[in-house]
């Protein structure tokens, strides 16, 4: 069956300093995957997808970015953290239409 | 483009009352609706989906939604409250063709009391 795993599950980072947040899928092959944000009272908002390696689009501007480096590995990155990047990250996969499943998130504060 | 509005940021109910969450959606081209449960510091976990046929879509934990064009809705509900139905619910909408990008609601948070 297929598993997604996220980490680290809780960060707190200075203002200003590097990040770093991996997604992994195990049990399938090519998928689609995803990182959303949920920030208090917003909702889910969609920043990265990827149909493949190399592979990203940026759906929301900001000082984040996204890479695939293989076919199961999603990372998030930001060379310099910033206030407004707290909040819980969401990774996901799909190989169906529409339905996501999700990692347990990696839950982020910018002190 | 597509959106999603879920009306109620916050529903409390009793123990063994009706659960009703609502979501309008809007769509140029036909949708396929979500509803995803979330329980605290976790991740998202799929309810059901409506993608074509019946209207009336049935999921997991006894939920129900049902699938209203000339309304734009697929409001969730379930007969029956249950204490462990206490957690966060999103709406999310997605088109029926190309790259699969859910478009998520704001989520509902459904208190229940004993």
């Known amino acids: 069956s297929q598993t997604i795993h996220q980490w680290p599950a809780t960060l707190v980072q200075p203002v200003g300093s590097p990040l770093s947040l991996e997604c992994t899928v195990e049990g399938t092959s090519n998928p689609n995957l995803y990182w959303y944000r949920q920030a208090a009272g917003r909702g889910l908002q969609l920043l990265f997808y990827?149909?493949?390696?190399?592979?990203i689009s940026s759906e929301v501007p900001q000082n984040l970015s996204a890479s695939r480096p293989q076919d199961r590995q999603f990372i998030l990155s930001s060379k310099k953290l910033l206030l407004s990047d707290s909040g819980f990250y969401l990774c996901a996969w799909t190989d169906a239409p529409g339905e996501l499943f999700f990692g347990e998130g990696s839950r982020l504060t910018v002190l | 483009a597509q959106s999603v509005t879920q009306l109620g940021s916050h529903v409390s109910v009793s123990e063994g009352a009706l659960v009703l969450l609502r979501c309008n959606y809007s769509?140029?081209?036909?949708?396929?609706l979500f509803w995803y449960v979330q329980y605290p510091n976790q991740g998202l976990q799929l309810l059901l989906k409506y993608t074509t046929g019946a209207t009336l879509v049935k999921g997991i934990n006894g939920f129900e939604a049902e699938f209203k064009k000339s309304e734009t809705s697929f409001h969730l509900t379930k007969p029956s409250a249950h204490m462990s139905d206490a957690a966060e619910y999103f709406c999310?909408?997605?088109?029926?063709?190309?790259?699969?990008?859910?478009?998520f609601g704001t989520g509902t948070r459904l208190l229940v009391s004993p």
């Open positions: 999310a909408v997605s088109e029926h063709t190309g790259f699969q990008k859910l478009v």
């Open positions: 990827s149909v493949g390696i190399g592979q």
């Open positions: 769509s140029s081209v036909p949708p396929y």
